[in-house]
């Protein structure tokens, strides 16, 4: 298995491209943005800022997920870890065992149940948000607990908020001797599942949600800076996706908005799919999304939410970015959403396509989501995923979309979905990627599924996940332009079988791998343009994607010049 690289901070090209950024922003700000709003479609760092887009900045490229960021910069973000660098330096350990490891992804667990441990990182922040996925995996006796800690001192002087078997979740407080409790609510928690907490400390007052809803609050003056951390007491816990702000979260539960009927409308709806997408399969003809309905033109989150969750095919023109409430929004099958020039998307929330996970479903349920498509729309700032597609869902075209600075994944892809499209995205400024297939232990829904086409996207200094592919085959990746990628282009794993053919890959270590974490998979690497960039580590045999559909291939030395002046938005008719 390789060793990848941990970048530990910019290089001095970086800084002074992010201090030249700063300067311009400075002055070219657009009316109403601020210097903590996501960047325009294709923009760079030192271009103006989008008009009303929400408080999501990436790392500066060439950062590690684990850097945090320039003193002084306008980012929200403090410090972020995904652990996907295989090891945990930077971390202070106190107490318990310790390790990264695969759940999944890669995770910070703490294994065993005997022990008081924390865990402490980054540098000494007042106001901080501490946020991370935390998975209790058992508890030794009672009022036991898995925390996130804020304004750590030490690894006995801190804040916590945690996940306790008691059936509660507990705000409290460490002051070199046992836990001092602050407030407490009530809250189902059960081993071995997931869930996203965060404690916020902003001056005197402390907040802790779970899963996005407020449950928690006290004032206390004892602790008025520093680090962040992870803890277990007397438990066992995998913690992923660690991330420090200077930004509070929602101030009360997301609520269902009212239904209501948004005007007629129209928006560029030209054009058919390529790849997986257009296939004829399980049932549907194609993907023709809210072809044959009516059309409707949305502008709020109340509209767009009603209008994208109900029942029967529509066609939904998003005008101007939209700010949702925080998590994941459902589409119903036979939608098609469309943003209405270059500036429209969606902000502060993402798109789910698909039933509710249910491990015991193991091959296409009848009620699964499927004919839909997402064209033409700006994300930023999702509090989870942009778009997330799961539950067997099928015959689904994402295409000509501008997708950065989110949470979690940009495009992720799971559990059995199947036919599906991504296509001319340009994706910026963001680590995790697009995922196909979420956990190595997942065969029994996804082997034989997962045949998706990812054409003539801009991977633009995405580090990794681009896609990082699981069981899938064949998953077709075709005519993309890649730059900059630091860990890796297409990782092809769990038994998956890739075809990476006609691609542009410039300065990008490891444009493709079947050997980069976890088990291997097989791909196909040909014809592809290396410029500056590894040679592809490829082995195995792989089904033609040609036996399912027809394609042609562009000239892979045009690639670059035809994506990055047609990926994106604002360039369907």
């Known amino acids: 298995m390789r060793r990848r690289r941990r970048t530990t901070g910019p290089p001095l090209a970086a800084l002074v491209a992010a201090l030249a950024a700063v300067l311009l922003v400075a002055t070219a700000l657009m009316p109403g943005a601020s210097?903590?709003?996501?960047?325009?479609?294709?923009?760079?760092?030192?271009?103006?800022?989008?008009?009303?887009?929400?408080?999501?900045?990436?790392?500066?490229?060439?950062?590690?997920?684990?850097?945090?960021?320039?003193?002084?910069?306008?980012?929200?973000?403090?410090?972020?870890?995904?652990?996907?660098?295989?090891?945990?330096?930077?971390?202070s350990r106190s107490g318990g065992s310790w390790s990264v490891t695969t759940d999944g992804t890669r995770v910070y667990r703490q294994s065993g149940t005997s022990a008081d441990a924390r865990a402490v990182a980054g540098t000494t922040w007042t106001?901080?948000?501490?946020?991370?996925?935390?998975?209790?995996?058992?508890?030794?006796?009672?009022?036991?607990?898995?925390?996130?800690?804020?304004?750590?001192?030490?690894?006995?002087?801190?804040?916590?908020?945690?996940l306790s078997n008691s059936g509660?979740?507990?705000?409290?407080?460490?002051?070199?001797?046992?836990?001092?409790?602050?407030?407490?609510?009530?809250?189902?928690?059960?081993?071995?599942?997931?869930?996203?907490?965060?404690?916020?400390a902003f001056g005197t007052t402390?907040?802790?949600?779970?899963?996005?809803?407020?449950?928690?609050?006290?004032?206390?003056?004892?602790?008025?800076?520093?680090?962040?951390?992870?803890?277990?007491?007397y438990a066992g816990a995998s913690f992923d996706d660690l991330l420090v702000t200077d930004v509070a979260g929602p101030t009360q539960p997301p609520s269902s908005p009212p239904v209501s009927t948004p005007p007629p409308g129209s928006c560029p709806t030209s054009g058919t799919p390529t790849g997986f997408a257009s296939v004829d399969a399980w049932g549907q003809n194609g993907t023709t999304g809210g072809a044959g309905g009516p059309s409707v033109e949305v502008d709020t989150a109340a509209e767009l939410i009603?209008?994208?969750?109900?029942?029967?095919?529509?066609?939904?023109?998003?005008?101007?970015?939209?700010?949702?409430?925080?998590?994941?929004?459902?589409?119903?099958?036979?939608?098609?959403?469309?943003?209405?020039?270059?500036?429209?998307?969606?902000?502060g929330g993402g798109l789910n396509i698909g039933l509710p996970p249910d491990d015991a479903v193991t091959s296409p349920p009848p009620g699964a989501v499927h004919n839909v498509i997402i064209r033409n729309l700006v994300?930023?700032?999702?509090?989870?995923?942009?778009?997330n597609v799961q539950m067997f869902s099928h015959h689904i075209w994402i295409d000509h979309n501008d997708?950065?600075?989110?949470?979690?994944?940009?495009?992720?892809?799971?559990?059995?979905?199947?036919?599906?499209?991504?296509?001319?995205?340009?994706?910026?400024?963001?680590?995790?990627?697009?995922?196909?297939?979420?956990?190595?232990?997942n065969a029994a829904q996804d082997t034989g599924r997962l045949k998706v086409t990812y054409h003539h996207n801009w991977f633009d200094r995405t580090p990794q996940r681009n896609p990082r592919v699981r069981f899938g085959e064949p998953v077709h990746v075709y005519n993309n332009y890649y730059v900059y990628n630091?860990?890796?282009?297409?990782?092809?794993?769990?038994?998956?079988?890739?075809?990476?053919?006609?691609?542009?890959?410039?300065?990008?270590?490891?444009?493709?791998?079947?050997?980069?974490?976890?088990?291997?998979?097989?791909?196909?690497?040909?014809?592809?343009?290396?410029?500056?960039?590894?040679?592809?580590?490829?082995?195995?045999?792989?089904q033609e994607p040609s036996a399912y559909y027809g394609y042609t291939l562009d000239d892979p030395a045009t690639v670059k010049a035809t994506v990055t002046a047609r990926a994106g938005v604002g360039k369907i008719g």
């Not at 029942?311 to 459902?330: E, K």
């Open 35 to 91: 210097a903590a709003t996501a960047l325009m479609p294709g923009a760079s760092a030192a271009t103006a800022l989008m008009p009303g887009a929400s408080a999501a900045t990436a790392l500066m490229p060439g950062a590690s997920a684990a850097t945090a960021l320039m003193p002084g910069a306008s980012a929200a973000t403090l410090f972020q870890d995904d652990f996907e660098d295989g090891d945990a330096t930077g971390w």
């Open 127 to 162: 106001d901080q948000a501490v946020q991370a996925r935390v998975k209790p995996l058992a508890f030794n006796g009672t009022a036991r607990y898995a925390a996130v800690l804020a304004r750590a001192q030490s690894t006995s002087a801190y804040y916590y908020l945690g």
């Open 168 to 200: 509660a979740v507990v705000l409290g407080k460490r002051t070199g001797s046992g836990p001092i409790t602050l407030a407490t609510a009530s809250a189902t928690v059960t081993p071995g599942t997931w869930y996203t907490i965060r404690l916020e």
């Open 206 to 233: 402390l907040r802790g949600l779970v899963d996005d809803v407020p449950l928690v609050t006290a004032t206390d003056a004892t602790f008025g800076a520093g680090r962040a951390g992870l803890a277990t007491y």
């Open 306 to 347: 009603a209008a994208i969750g109900q029942s029967g095919p529509l066609t939904v023109c998003v005008r101007g970015m939209i700010t949702v409430p925080a998590g994941m929004h459902n589409v119903a099958s036979d939608k098609t959403i469309v943003g209405i020039g270059s500036g429209s998307g969606i902000t």
């Open 379 to 387: 994300f930023r700032g999702a509090t989870d995923d942009s778009i």
């Open 403 to 441: 997708l950065c600075c989110g949470y979690d994944g940009l495009v992720d892809i799971k559990r059995g979905s199947s036919y599906i499209t991504v296509s001319w995205n340009h994706v910026h400024q963001h680590t995790k990627t697009m995922l196909l297939g979420h956990d190595d232990g």
């Open 486 to 542: 630091t860990d890796t282009g297409v990782a092809c794993q769990a038994g998956a079988g890739c075809v990476v053919e006609g691609n542009y890959f410039e300065t990008v270590e490891e444009p493709v791998t079947n050997s980069y974490a976890g088990p291997s998979g097989r791909c196909v690497a040909r014809d592809n343009v290396l410029d500056d960039s590894g040679a592809p580590d490829c082995s195995g045999t792989v």
